[in-house]
């Protein structure tokens, strides 16, 4: 581990939160090799707020850009979003999620967080999924927090392939490639019609 001076831990601070705003000050502390305290007091000379407030204000920034999906509509908590390119989502395992003896969390809770990044990110009014292929590399845990991100690594015409990733800390628990369908607005609805 290296040992910084004050003012290079700060400016290694400011690197390191610029590059991930999520790192909580338990892991800067980690990472620097230092007390939470002095991490705080860091953040605080630096005007760096604390990862709650880091996080909602880059959430609020992604959740404005959503074409396809409401806010409401994407599984876990959007972090970041660039439409057309990636995107990327947290969830906290809680007990609503998880298999009731195994303690881990139900497959469908992570294909949804996959699955709502992958549309997502799709630059249309309407995305629809078309195909998955998808590997749960190990289980997730009650209280883990699981970082998804998504990527477009081709588009030809209205169609995308969304490579995925689900990781827990550096550890990947799913990965695979989406297919999604774009529609340049929602069909009429045929009800009502005379």
Known sequence: M????????????KTALSQNPFLTDEELAQTFGVSISTIRLDRGKLDIPEVR???L???????SALKALGEQEIIGSLVDLKIGEYARSELLIDESMV???????????LFAQVNSL??????????????TRL????????GE???????VSK????????????????????KGRLFVFAFPEAAESSSGRE
């Open 53 to 55: 407030l880091r996080t």
């Open 99 to 109: 298999l009731k003896k195994a303690r881990v969390a139900r497959g469908h809770h």
């Open 145 to 151: 927090r699981v970082v998804a991100e998504g990527k």
């Open 155 to 174: 588009r030809k015409d209205n169609k995308y392939w969304v490579e995925v990733l689900a990781k827990v800390g550096e550890e990947q628990v799913l």
């Open 57 to 63: 204000a880059v959430a609020h920034e992604s959740y």
């Open 118 to 131: 992958a549309i997502a990110v799709v630059d249309a009014e309407v995305a629809v999924t078309g195909s």
């Open 135 to 142: 590997k749960f590399v190990r289980p997730v845990h009650l």
């Open 2 to 13: 290296t040992r910084f001076r004050k003012l290079e831990r700060r400016e290694a601070l």
